[in-house]
């Protein structure tokens, strides 16, 4: 009779191992510590007087407004590290939306129309930002810009709306800025906006 070998499915329960605790210390790995020296310094210094809490790790990049807290993966898993910035920058674009700062509505379900809204005040935020900083601000890719086009084909006064908010909340950050970036012009907008 011969051997063969017989697939099958087996069901596991796996545990995050920072989730669990007294494991041997072969199997409780750290990750590597983020290598802030990639982070540029004009924005490290805007992250630190704005007392954001910003904490770098994980695999994501969000603002958590119940926690009021933005999560950015370490500089070096990035493609560039240079994006790193522009990312942090982009989710305090959503931290300057909370209630205790702008007051922008900003706890909205992913793909609704004001989702999209404050995604575009958020990556215009970051432009502003970074040309004030002198980093050079990127365009997301195309499907990431493409949440946006529904809301700017139902309402063509929606893209000065977004500028006007992001104007004022990327002046609301480079007032934490270092010196000389906080005295940088952001774009005008017309302010007379609903």
């Known amino acids: ?28 790995g750290v990750a ?4 802030t020296s990639l982070i ?3 924005v490290q210094e805007l992250i630190a007087t704005s007392s954001a809490d910003l904490r770098i790790g994980g695999e994501r990049a969000y603002y958590d407004p119940l926690g009021d ?4 993966p370490p500089p070096q898993v990035y493609f560039q590290p240079i994006d790193w910035n522009r990312t942090a920058l982009h ?4 931290w300057t939306g909370h209630a205790s700062r702008l007051g922008r509505e900003i706890a909205n379900s992913f793909g609704s129309r004001r989702y ?15 040309a004030a900083l002198g980093i050079v601000p990127t365009v997301r890719h195309a499907d990431y ?3 946006w086009l529904e809301v700017l084909r139902e309402d063509n006064r929606a893209i000065v709306r977004a500028a006007s908010a992001a104007s004022k909340a990327a002046d609301f950050l480079l ?13 005008a907008t017309t302010e007379a906006v609903a």
């Open 116 to 130: 999209a809204q404050e995604e575009l005040v958020a990556e215009m935020t970051a432009a502003f930002t970074c």
């Open 91 to 94: 989710e305090l674009g959503h």
């Open 175 to 187: 007032a934490f800025a270092p010196d000389e970036a906080s005295t940088a012009q952001v774009p």
């Open 32 to 35: 590597p510590p983020a290598d």
């Open 145 to 147: 810009i493409g949440s």
């Open 69 to 72: 807290v933005i999560r950015v």
């Open 1 to 28: 009779m011969d051997a063969r070998a017989i697939h099958f499915l087996k069901r596991f329960t796996v545990f995050n191992v920072e989730q669990c605790d007294g494991l041997p210390p072969e199997l409780a």
């Open 40 to 42: 540029e310094s004009r």
